[in-house]
């Protein structure tokens, strides 16, 4: 849809919500004096006023009139700000459903505590009021918590993969893998370094990295360039492109500056000494054995784009016994790799984030991602070929995570 009916929409909406929740509000505090109540009735609808006004600017005004770290979090608090209030009005919107059901059938005040209320006690409203608050604290809590304790809270998953056809030459190999870095998204040097050691303390024989170093624009990865360029591996860093590394989120002045803006960031890759692959392969030989590593530009379903080439990529890979593909999306695997590429033993994938909210115990997991993914954190298998999709290293949008924690996964291959 487009965004000058989307906005205007959206900010309707957000009105039409703010309102309803207002209501809540407006009786839960009745008992406060009426400087308090004015106080907390200006607060309210300037902080409504600037969350619709905010959005506006962040939608028509360039990116440059925003500090970087102010956008993230600005949008942090408009995601909070909504969800919260979307739990009060569900809570409202069942209660004054079942208030007019009994009503409908008894045809009595629904809206007091059965009888008069009786002295230090309070009415039904003022009760379901206060309620329906605190039930929207409880998200804006955990995701204000998301942000101070679940950025950062780098995880090491350990998978073994068991390739039949692997070579005894590369039995016991070591994969770490990276994706979705998001660097225009970090606001924390000091935590994001925590997590570069933690991956480099794995020591793995080869690093993999499967796209979105940035969100929108290659200057993004300048804050970051030498913390990144210090990741390395005995065997090589390779990497890919992710949907959000071709700026197409954003207006560019001209297409030739979008262009630009694509060369330095492929040219950002080679400066930290990681092999961008572009539709390619690469050729691992040991002892006479081969190993291939396939890297394709993004290839998405839907509404990513598909501006990677598997079929020139998988060229040349015949004598290798095993292939291992790097593909940002993992809706590709499905689309073309098992239909396809029967040949390619292990995709690695990221582009989910898990949505960056679910919960993870043990092998359990959920998060509102499976309703969109049909992989979207961890390994699958469909007959010998297997996938596994990283959670990412980053965030974006909002700038936290809560039970889906930023993932390092570090993969020792093995002869099954």
Do not use: C
Not at 1 to 15: C, E, G
Not at 229 to 252: I, Q
Not at 356 to 366: A, H, P, S, Y
């Amino acid at each position: 849809m487009n965004k000058f009916l989307f906005i205007p929409i959206m900010s309707l909406v957000i009105l039409a919500i703010d309102y309803y929740v207002w209501q809540a509000f407006k009786t839960g505090f009745q008992q406060q004096s009426q400087s308090t109540q004015q106080i907390i009735r200006w607060a309210y609808w300037a902080i409504s006023a600037s969350i619709i006004f905010g959005i506006i600017g962040y939608n028509f005004l360039p990116l440059t009139y925003w500090n970087k770290t102010i956008r993230t979090f600005f949008m942090a608090s408009v995601m909070i700000t909504v969800v919260s209030k979307l739990f009060v009005v569900i809570f409202l919107f069942i209660e004054d459903i079942t208030r007019i059901i009994r009503w409908a059938f008894t045809n009595k005040n629904l809206d007091i505590i059965p009888g008069e209320a009786a002295p230090g006690q309070i009415s039904r409203s003022e009760f379901l009021s206060k309620t329906a608050l605190v039930v929207g604290a409880v998200p804006a809590a955990t995701f204000t918590f998301g942000i101070l304790s679940g950025a950062h809270d780098y995880r090491v998953e350990k998978i073994s993969l068991k390739i039949p056809n692997l070579p005894k030459a590369f039995d016991g190999l070591r994969i770490a893998q990276l994706s979705d870095i998001h660097s225009g998204s970090f606001y924390n040097k000091r935590a994001v370094q925590g997590g570069v050691d933690m991956v480099m303390k794995e020591k793995a024989d080869l690093l993999f990295f499967t796209g979105d170093l940035v969100n929108n624009e290659a200057t993004e990865v300048e804050d970051y360039f030498q913390m990144f360029s210090k990741l390395h591996a005995p065997m090589g860093v390779y990497s890919t492109l992710g949907n959000h590394d071709y700026g197409d989120y954003v207006r560019w002045k001209s297409p030739q500056a979008k262009k630009q803006n694509l060369q330095d960031l492929m040219k950002a890759h080679e400066l930290m000494g990681w092999n961008l692959m572009m539709d390619e392969n690469k050729i691992i030989e040991e002892s006479g054995e081969k190993l291939a590593l396939i890297g394709v530009q993004n290839i998405g379903v839907g509404r990513f784009p598909w501006y990677g080439n598997l079929a020139k990529a998988h060229q040349g890979t015949e004598e290798a016994s095993t292939k291992l593909l790097l593909s940002h999306d993992p809706t590709h695997w499905n689309a073309e790799v098992t239909k396809k590429y029967h040949d390619i033993d292990v995709a690695f994938a990221g582009h989910t984030h898990g949505t960056q909210f679910g919960v993870k115990v043990g092998d359990f997991k959920w998060s509102p991602a499976q309703y969109v993914y049909k992989q979207w954190a961890g390994l699958y298998q469909e007959g010998k070929q297997q996938l596994y999709v990283n959670r990412g290293f980053g965030y974006i949008g909002y700038p936290g995570r809560v039970g889906m924690p930023p993932e390092i996964s570090v993969f020792t291959l093995t002869r099954g």
